[in-house]
C-alpha cells in the first residue's frame, strides 16, 4: 500500500461511515489471484484477467464467449456458490456496529458482459443481440435477482450495484439500448431492495448525465458518480430527489490541486448538491492522488458539517 500512514490518519480522524459486510462462503467459488495485483487473475464467472500495474484491476484478453451468435453461452459457470453464505456472520456484523452496512454482492451486468465477451464485441452485438445473447443475459439477471434478495433478507442497511456507464463527455452506448436492456435490471434490484426495507446505492464511472434522470424516476437512493466529470451546474437540478455519495474530481483537484482548490471544490459541492443531508462525503484515493488533498476534502467536509450542527 502507498501512502500508508495518510491512509491511518484518514481512517483514524474520519471513521468510515460506510462498510461492506462481510462474505463468509460455505463452498468457495473459482476466483483465484487477487484482481488488483500483477499477474493472473480469474474471477468467480471464469474470466481470466492480465494486470501490468498492481493498484488497478486488468483487462480480459480472451473471450469466454466467443462465438458471435452466442451458441457457447452455456459454457459459462454462474457462480451459485455466491449464494450460499454465512447470513448469521452478516447479522452478527451488522448488530456490532453503528455503521452503514452495504451488501457484500455487486452486481455489475454490463461489465460482467464486458468481461465474458469482452467489450469490443459487446458493443456489436448490443446493436442486434442474438437470441442466444438475450437468453444469457436473463439468465444472469435472473442469478443477480436472487443474489440480492439473499443480502436483502439479511439485517444490512443497503443493497450496492454498480457499473461504469461514461465516458468522459457520453453514456458508452445508445440511451435507448440502455432502456431497453439495462434500465429494467436496475429497476428489479431497486425494488427487491425496497421490498425489504433496504436503501440501493450505485456506482458508475465516466459522465453518466443521460441516467441521472432514469436512476432517480427508478427510486435509485444514492449513486456515486464522477459530479465534476459531469459537471454540478447539471447535476443542481437534482438536488434533493437523490443522494450525491461523493466525490471530488479525481482527474484534475485530487493529483494536482493546491490546498486552496482542494477547499473550494469540496465547498462548491455542499453549495451545488447538499440539500437535506443529500451529500455523503467521500472521495476516490486512488494512484496519482495527492494523499494531502485527500485529507484536505475530509477536513473540509467536517469543518462544514459542524457549522451546520
Known sequence: MNHREMVERIHKEYRDDIVEAPTILKTPTQ????????????????????????GIIGEVKEALIKDEDWLDADRVHIPEELLDFDKEAVNRFCRNTDQFVLSGCCPRPFEQLQFLRTTEELYMDLMYPPQKMTEFISKMHHFYCRLVEKWAQTEIDGIMFMDDWGSQNNL??????????????????????????????????????????????????????????????????????????????????????????????????????????????????????????????????????????
Open 172 to 309: 458508452l452506448i445508445n440511451p435507448r439500448i440502455w432502456d431497453k436492456i439495462f434500465r429494467p435490471m436496475y429497476k428489479d434490484y431497486i425494488e427487491i431492495a425496497r421490498k425489504y426495507g433496504k436503501k440501493s446505492f450505485m456506482h458508475s464511472d465516466g459522465n453518466t448525465k443521460e441516467i441521472y434522470p432514469r436512476m432517480i424516476d427508478l427510486g435509485l437512493d444514492a449513486f456515486n458518480s464522477q459530479i465534476f466529470c459531469i459537471g454540478l451546474d447539471e447535476l443542481e437540478k437534482y438536488r434533493g430527489k437523490i443522494t450525491f455519495w461523493g466525490e471530488i474530481d479525481r482527474q484534475h483537484i485530487l493529483p494536482d490541486g493546491t490546498k486552496e482548490e482542494v477547499t473550494e471544490a469540496v465547498q462548491q459541492v455542499y453549495r451545488k448538491l447538499w440539500k437535506n443531508g443529500g451529500c455523503i462525503a467521500q472521495c476516490e484515493f486512488g494512484p496519482g492522488a495527492d494523499p494531502q488533498n485527500v485529507y484536505t476534502v475530509f477536513e473540509t467536509w467536517d469543518r462544514l458539517n459542524k457549522a451546520m450542527e
Open 31 to 54: 476466483s483465484r489471484g487477487n484482481s488488483c495485483e500483477v499477474g493472473e487473475y480469474v474471477d468467480d464467472w471464469g474470466c481470466r484477467f492480465i494486470n501490468i500495474h498492481q
